[in-house]
Protein backbone atom coordinates (compact mmCIF):
# COMPACT_ATOMS: atom_id res chain seq x y z
CA UNK A 1 0.00 0.00 0.00
CA UNK A 2 1.62 3.31 -0.85
CA UNK A 3 0.26 6.20 0.55
CA UNK A 4 1.59 9.82 0.74
CA UNK A 5 4.12 10.69 3.94
CA UNK A 6 4.06 12.79 6.76
CA UNK A 7 7.69 14.80 6.53
CA UNK A 8 9.76 15.90 9.59
CA UNK A 9 11.75 18.65 10.15
CA UNK A 10 15.54 17.97 12.13
CA UNK A 11 14.15 15.28 14.51
CA UNK A 12 16.21 14.59 17.83
CA UNK A 13 17.56 10.94 17.52
CA UNK A 14 18.25 8.75 20.87
CA UNK A 15 19.20 5.29 19.89
CA UNK A 16 19.36 2.06 22.29
CA UNK A 17 22.62 0.24 21.36
CA UNK A 18 21.25 -2.89 23.06
CA UNK A 19 17.59 -2.84 20.69
CA UNK A 20 15.94 -2.43 17.56
CA UNK A 21 14.19 0.28 19.12
CA UNK A 22 14.55 4.04 18.13
CA UNK A 23 13.03 6.52 20.41
CA UNK A 24 12.55 9.86 17.88
CA UNK A 25 11.48 13.09 19.65
CA UNK A 26 10.18 15.54 17.15
CA UNK A 27 10.04 19.27 17.00
CA UNK A 28 6.66 19.23 18.78
CA UNK A 29 7.56 17.24 21.68
CA UNK A 30 5.45 14.04 20.29
CA UNK A 31 7.66 10.90 19.70
CA UNK A 32 7.68 8.09 17.16
CA UNK A 33 9.30 4.82 17.50
CA UNK A 34 11.41 3.10 15.21
CA UNK A 35 12.00 -0.43 14.42
CA UNK A 36 14.91 -1.98 12.89
CA UNK A 37 14.27 -5.24 10.80
CA UNK A 38 16.03 -7.62 8.86
CA UNK A 39 15.22 -8.54 4.95
CA UNK A 40 13.98 -11.87 4.61
CA UNK A 41 13.04 -12.09 0.90
CA UNK A 42 11.74 -10.72 -1.83
CA UNK A 43 8.95 -13.16 -3.65
CA UNK A 44 8.09 -11.47 -7.91
CA UNK A 45 4.32 -11.84 -8.05
CA UNK A 46 3.90 -9.84 -11.60
CA UNK A 47 6.37 -7.71 -13.55
CA UNK A 48 5.10 -5.08 -11.34
CA UNK A 49 4.48 -6.25 -7.66
CA UNK A 50 6.42 -7.89 -5.16
CA UNK A 51 5.98 -9.14 -2.02
CA UNK A 52 8.59 -7.96 0.81
CA UNK A 53 9.19 -10.54 3.84
CA UNK A 54 11.25 -8.77 6.86
CA UNK A 55 11.73 -10.46 10.43
CA UNK A 56 9.25 -9.67 12.77
CA UNK A 57 10.90 -9.33 15.81
CA UNK A 58 8.50 -7.81 18.84
CA UNK A 59 6.69 -5.60 16.34
CA UNK A 60 2.68 -5.79 16.83
CA UNK A 61 0.08 -4.44 15.30
CA UNK A 62 -3.87 -4.85 14.47
CA UNK A 63 -5.14 -6.30 10.74
CA UNK A 64 -5.50 -3.61 8.52
CA UNK A 65 -2.77 -0.99 9.96
CA UNK A 66 0.23 0.30 7.92
CA UNK A 67 3.87 1.78 8.65
CA UNK A 68 5.94 3.58 7.34
CA UNK A 69 8.92 1.80 5.91
CA UNK A 70 12.04 3.35 5.90
CA UNK A 71 15.64 2.92 4.39
CA UNK A 72 18.16 4.04 5.83
CA UNK A 73 20.53 4.68 2.99
CA UNK A 74 17.72 6.59 0.64
CA UNK A 75 16.65 8.71 4.04
CA UNK A 76 13.07 8.37 2.27
CA UNK A 77 9.80 6.78 3.72
CA UNK A 78 6.77 5.34 2.14
CA UNK A 79 3.24 3.80 4.05
CA UNK A 80 2.41 0.23 3.27
CA UNK A 81 -0.22 -1.86 4.61
CA UNK A 82 0.78 -4.40 6.36
CA UNK A 83 0.20 -7.94 3.99
CA UNK A 84 0.27 -10.61 6.58
CA UNK A 85 -1.68 -11.90 9.52
CA UNK A 86 -0.86 -10.64 13.20
CA UNK A 87 0.22 -13.87 14.09
CA UNK A 88 2.88 -14.88 11.37
CA UNK A 89 6.08 -15.08 12.28
CA UNK A 90 7.16 -12.58 10.03
CA UNK A 91 6.07 -8.88 8.52
CA UNK A 92 5.05 -9.51 4.53
CA UNK A 93 4.51 -6.09 2.15
CA UNK A 94 2.52 -6.22 -1.42
CA UNK A 95 4.31 -3.65 -3.17
CA UNK A 96 3.82 -2.57 -6.70
CA UNK A 97 6.37 -0.83 -8.79
CA UNK A 98 5.92 2.31 -9.49
CA UNK A 99 8.45 3.86 -12.87
CA UNK A 100 9.08 6.97 -11.46
CA UNK A 101 9.31 5.94 -8.09
CA UNK A 102 12.67 5.45 -6.80
CA UNK A 103 11.44 3.81 -3.45
CA UNK A 104 9.60 0.89 -4.99
CA UNK A 105 12.66 0.41 -7.60
CA UNK A 106 14.93 -0.13 -4.55
CA UNK A 107 12.43 -2.34 -2.18
CA UNK A 108 12.12 -4.48 -5.34
CA UNK A 109 16.38 -4.74 -5.64
CA UNK A 110 16.83 -5.17 -1.77
CA UNK A 111 19.23 -7.82 -0.40
CA UNK A 112 18.73 -10.39 1.90
CA UNK A 113 19.92 -9.41 5.47
CA UNK A 114 19.79 -5.76 4.43
CA UNK A 115 17.99 -3.55 7.33
CA UNK A 116 14.67 -1.69 7.04
CA UNK A 117 13.07 0.59 9.73
CA UNK A 118 9.18 0.79 10.39
CA UNK A 119 7.53 3.62 12.29
CA UNK A 120 3.87 2.86 13.61
CA UNK A 121 2.10 0.59 13.16
CA UNK A 122 -0.54 3.79 12.15
CA UNK A 123 -4.82 4.10 10.92
CA UNK A 124 -7.52 2.72 12.35
CA UNK A 125 -8.76 0.39 9.06
CA UNK A 126 -9.47 -2.42 11.57
CA UNK A 127 -12.09 -4.63 12.48
CA UNK A 128 -14.46 -3.79 15.39
CA UNK A 129 -15.45 -6.83 17.80
CA UNK A 130 -19.07 -7.03 15.70
CA UNK A 131 -17.06 -7.75 12.79
CA UNK A 132 -15.26 -10.32 14.28
CA UNK A 133 -18.04 -12.30 15.72
CA UNK A 134 -19.92 -13.27 12.61
CA UNK A 135 -21.29 -9.95 10.89
CA UNK A 136 -21.92 -10.14 7.22
CA UNK A 137 -18.73 -8.69 5.36
CA UNK A 138 -18.10 -6.93 2.12
CA UNK A 139 -14.58 -6.30 1.28
CA UNK A 140 -13.95 -3.75 -2.15
CA UNK A 141 -10.55 -3.39 -3.05
CA UNK A 142 -8.58 -2.60 -6.35
CA UNK A 143 -4.88 -3.76 -7.54
CA UNK A 144 -2.95 -3.73 -3.93
CA UNK A 145 -5.52 -2.29 -2.12
CA UNK A 146 -6.20 -6.35 -0.99
CA UNK A 147 -3.22 -5.63 1.31
CA UNK A 148 -5.61 -5.61 4.41
CA UNK A 149 -8.13 -7.73 3.16
CA UNK A 150 -5.21 -10.73 3.05
CA UNK A 151 -4.11 -9.64 6.90
CA UNK A 152 -7.87 -9.91 7.86
CA UNK A 153 -8.38 -13.60 6.67
CA UNK A 154 -4.58 -14.47 7.59
CA UNK A 155 -5.39 -13.10 10.90
CA UNK A 156 -9.32 -14.23 11.74
CA UNK A 157 -9.99 -17.38 9.12
CA UNK A 158 -13.44 -17.52 10.59
CA UNK A 159 -14.93 -14.22 9.46
CA UNK A 160 -18.32 -13.93 7.59
CA UNK A 161 -16.63 -12.20 4.41
CA UNK A 162 -17.43 -11.92 0.61
CA UNK A 163 -14.55 -10.15 -1.66
CA UNK A 164 -14.55 -8.13 -4.74
CA UNK A 165 -11.18 -7.32 -6.27
CA UNK A 166 -10.81 -5.41 -9.06
CA UNK A 167 -7.44 -6.02 -11.76
CA UNK A 168 -6.49 -5.24 -14.80
CA UNK A 169 -5.58 -8.94 -15.74
CA UNK A 170 -5.95 -12.02 -14.09
CA UNK A 171 -2.78 -12.50 -12.52
CA UNK A 172 -3.17 -9.93 -10.12
CA UNK A 173 -5.15 -11.69 -8.08
CA UNK A 174 -2.48 -11.21 -5.02
CA UNK A 175 -3.10 -13.77 -2.41
CA UNK A 176 -6.17 -15.34 -4.28
CA UNK A 177 -5.50 -18.95 -2.44
CA UNK A 178 -5.49 -16.96 1.46
CA UNK A 179 -9.11 -16.33 0.79
CA UNK A 180 -12.36 -18.98 0.96
CA UNK A 181 -12.39 -19.43 -2.37
CA UNK A 182 -16.25 -19.15 -2.84
CA UNK A 183 -16.52 -15.91 -1.24
CA UNK A 184 -13.58 -14.32 -3.90
CA UNK A 185 -14.38 -12.42 -7.39
CA UNK A 186 -12.07 -11.20 -9.34
CA UNK A 187 -13.49 -8.44 -11.36
CA UNK A 188 -10.72 -8.01 -14.56
CA UNK A 189 -10.99 -5.12 -16.44
CA UNK A 190 -8.72 -5.27 -19.49
CA UNK A 191 -9.10 -9.37 -20.18
CA UNK A 192 -11.80 -11.76 -20.20
CA UNK A 193 -10.20 -14.11 -17.70
CA UNK A 194 -11.56 -13.41 -14.23
CA UNK A 195 -14.95 -13.93 -12.53
CA UNK A 196 -16.52 -11.34 -13.77
CA UNK A 197 -15.35 -9.60 -16.86
CA UNK A 198 -15.30 -5.58 -15.64
CA UNK A 199 -15.01 -3.08 -12.80
CA UNK A 200 -16.20 -3.97 -9.24
CA UNK A 201 -18.44 -0.77 -9.90
CA UNK A 202 -20.45 -2.69 -12.27
CA UNK A 203 -20.49 -5.96 -10.43
CA UNK A 204 -21.96 -4.22 -7.54
CA UNK A 205 -24.77 -2.65 -10.09
CA UNK A 206 -26.03 -6.16 -10.75
CA UNK A 207 -25.81 -7.86 -7.03
CA UNK A 208 -27.38 -6.26 -4.59
CA UNK A 209 -25.88 -5.77 -0.98
CA UNK A 210 -27.95 -6.89 2.06
CA UNK A 211 -28.72 -3.64 4.28
CA UNK A 212 -27.08 -5.40 7.37
CA UNK A 213 -23.75 -5.36 5.56
CA UNK A 214 -20.21 -4.29 6.91
CA UNK A 215 -18.18 -2.42 3.96
CA UNK A 216 -14.48 -2.06 3.66
CA UNK A 217 -13.27 -0.55 0.85
CA UNK A 218 -9.72 0.06 0.04
CA UNK A 219 -8.28 0.95 -3.74
CA UNK A 220 -8.36 4.33 -5.62
CA UNK A 221 -9.91 7.43 -4.68
CA UNK A 222 -12.68 7.20 -7.85
CA UNK A 223 -13.68 3.73 -7.01
CA UNK A 224 -14.50 4.37 -3.13
CA UNK A 225 -16.25 7.05 -3.79
CA UNK A 226 -18.05 5.28 -6.46
CA UNK A 227 -19.02 1.97 -4.46
CA UNK A 228 -19.88 4.08 -1.41
CA UNK A 229 -22.65 5.80 -3.66
CA UNK A 230 -23.85 2.20 -4.82
CA UNK A 231 -23.72 1.32 -1.65
CA UNK A 232 -25.78 3.97 -0.15
CA UNK A 233 -28.14 3.62 -2.68
CA UNK A 234 -28.64 -0.27 -1.87
CA UNK A 235 -29.54 1.26 2.56
CA UNK A 236 -26.23 0.65 3.65
CA UNK A 237 -25.77 3.20 6.38
CA UNK A 238 -22.60 5.42 6.21
CA UNK A 239 -21.36 4.37 9.74
CA UNK A 240 -21.01 0.55 8.00
CA UNK A 241 -18.92 2.13 5.14
CA UNK A 242 -15.14 2.16 6.09
CA UNK A 243 -12.79 3.54 3.29
CA UNK A 244 -8.78 3.19 3.02
CA UNK A 245 -7.92 4.95 0.20
CA UNK A 246 -4.87 4.11 -2.05
CA UNK A 247 -2.37 6.05 -4.40
Given amino acids: MLKAVRSSVHPITQKNMFTNTEKITRPNNSTVHRTRHKVISVEN ?7 VRIEKNDFRFEPGQYVVFRIPELKQGREYSIYSGANETYLDFLVREIPEGS ?8 KTGEIVELE ?3 GFFILDEQAKQGA ?9 GISPFHSFVKSFPDLNYNV ?8 E ?8 QGNFTLCTSRVDKGDYFGRV ?6 HP ?3 DTICYLCGNSEMIEEVAGILENYGIPPENIRTEVFF
Fill in 45 to 51: LTPETFV
Fill in 103 to 110: FSRYLRHI
Fill in 120 to 122: GPK
Fill in 136 to 144: PLLFVATGT
Fill in 164 to 171: LHGVHFDD
Fill in 173 to 180: AYGRKSFI
Fill in 201 to 206: TYFLKE
Fill in 209 to 211: VAR
